[in-house]
């Protein structure tokens, strides 16, 4: 098992998963993040099953930053409420996790250029 993630976020439309993508990168809460092309999805919301055309952020990590990963997208995203799912990466090739860690801020640390 690593420390890395992958977390999952649904968006209504590509300009506000551009938005989150960047913020996420510039304040090294991400070391990549990945924009699919518009997806289906089909679910329970108020009452209802709704079927809409979203976009998905896959979001490259690691565990110690995603509460901050969580606020920030929290604070830009435009749903009640937003997928925000954490999941682990239990292995992978061992350059590209050294390159997610080298990506990212070490927790604790303070990126006094961040992107507010």
Request: charged share 25%; aromatic share 6%; with cysteine.
């Amino acid at each position: 098992m690593t420390d890395k993630v992958v977390v999952l976020v649904t968006a209504a439309n590509k300009r506000q998963c551009q938005a989150i993508a960047r913020r996420l990168v510039e304040s090294k809460l991400a070391a990549c993040v990945n924009i699919t092309q518009p997806i289906e999805s089909i679910y329970h919301w108020e009452g209802k099953i709704v079927r809409d055309r979203e976009y998905q952020l896959l979001i490259k990590s690691t565990r110690e930053l995603f509460e901050e990963i969580k606020a920030a997208v929290t604070e830009l995203h435009s749903y009640k409420t937003p997928e925000i799912i954490c999941l682990p990466i239990i292995d992978g090739s061992r350059n590209y996790l050294q390159w997610v860690s080298d990506s990212v801020k070490q927790p604790g640390s303070s990126l006094r250029n961040a992107v507010k």
